[in-house]
């Protein structure tokens, strides 16, 4: 299994539109509340995923109770759940999102069965990384 270089990343983040954010939380202080923030300010359609704050309004969208709810085309899932928590989200991600490109694990997360199930579904798979990280030091 390789890593994505960086013309890997580069080409996903380019592409990427909408991108569904697993554990967004609405606490500012939250890394997944300010990483949403940046891709939405950047651009990006964000869908935030949090079943707690299913219904709310967020980043201009109602937050979804899981991906499942998600009805429009969806390029991205970032996932800011913990590894033991990742296969069922990439399972949920694979059955319910068609034309998912992305299934994107925040920085410390890593789980390479879920991302083998990914990758062997035809999705491309970016682990340990952040987005607001990668896109800043690509120049995107």
């Known amino acids: 299994m390789t890593e994505p270089t960086d013309a890997d990343i580069r080409e996903i983040l380019t592409e990427t539109k909408v991108i569904a954010l697993v554990g967004w939380s609405p606490k500012p202080d ?44 969806v390029d991205m899932v970032d996932i800011f759940r913990r590894a033991e928590d990742v296969p069922p989200v990439v399972a949920e991600a694979l059955a319910h999102l068609p034309g998912l490109k992305t299934v994107w694990m925040q920085l410390g997360i890593r789980n390479d069965p879920a991302a083998e199930t990914a990758r062997a579904a035809g999705v491309k798979v970016v682990q340990d990384r952040c987005p607001a990280i990668e896109i800043p030091r690509l120049g995107l």
């Open 30 to 73: 939250r890394p997944s509340h300010g990483v949403a923030r940046f891709l939405k300010d950047r651009g990006y359609r964000v869908i935030p995923v949090n079943p707690g704050h299913a219904g709310e309004q967020a980043l201009g969208e109602t937050v979804r109770a899981s991906l499942s709810e998600i009805d429009i085309p």
